[in-house]
């Protein structure tokens, strides 16, 4: 009878230490020339100081009338949207009383994007890897372009925002002079277009490097380089 209390000694015990391709999943910053996201500092920025000023709007529009003059909640908070009233009638107290509902539509589609971009934001804290937070593999991809979408989601409710006061003949907004409606309104709204476009950029080169890499194309560069780590 074989004996089996024993393993022979060309079998060695099997190795329970965590493997090489682990370790290189969780601890290690993407090789030279793979894929990888790299959120830009610009990027980050913009979503960091746009994001209040989004939550700040979408809570004045959803909370109308109590967020308009005279309503209980108006004093302090939203109390600039005094004037942004007067600016902008979509958002004053002749757009609520005529139930125009393209305020609130946007507002609520302002709900979604926040939280993507919230989710963006959290996926490259958790997950991005050393000071640039650069982002490898699966994780990177789905922030890509989640990003991307969100991205293009931004601008085309903008130009949409836009698009309305001209085809409606600036019946919102042709009242102002020149200067206020320059600075009251152009700039301030100005701002989701330029940003966002230049994230839909960033974003766009990034997947599209990282498509060259999967169809075996090595000459695409990607938006940002990731710089190798020293073992590498």
């Not at 979503?47 to 004093?75: I, K, Q």
């Amino acid at each position: 009878m074989v004996s089996t209390r024993n393993h022979p000694s060309s079998f060695p015990p099997p190795d329970l230490s965590p493997t090489t391709k682990t370790l290189t999943r969780s601890t290690r910053s993407p090789r030279k020339g793979s894929w990888a996201h790299t959120p830009s500092t610009i990027t980050l920025l913009w979503l960091l100081a746009s994001l209040p000023a989004v939550f700040w709007d979408t809570a004045y529009v959803l909370l109308r009338p109590h967020s308009m003059p005279n309503g209980s909640l108006h004093a302090p908070i939203f109390t600039p949207y005094a004037l942004y009233g007067q600016v902008d009638y979509i958002y004053g107290e002749k757009a609520y009383k005529e139930h125009n509902g393209f305020t609130s539509a946007q507002a609520s589609l302002n709900i979604v994007e926040s939280a993507g971009y919230v989710g963006y934001l959290w996926v490259v804290w958790k997950y991005g890897e050393g000071e640039k937070r650069v982002l490898g593999g699966g994780w990177g991809g789905v922030a890509c372009l989640v990003a991307f979408a969100l991205s293009v989601m931004t601008v085309s409710k903008t130009v949409l925002y836009w698009s309305n006061e001209f085809f409606s003949g600036f019946e919102n907004i042709g009242h102002n002079d020149p200067l206020s409606l320059l600075f009251l309104w152009i700039i301030p709204n100005g701002l989701w277009l330029v940003f966002p476009s230049y994230m839909m950029y960033e974003f766009a080169r990034d997947i599209l490097h990282g498509l060259a890499i999967a169809s075996g194309d090595r000459s695409s560069k990607p938006a940002r380089a990731v710089t190798p780590t020293k073992d590498e």
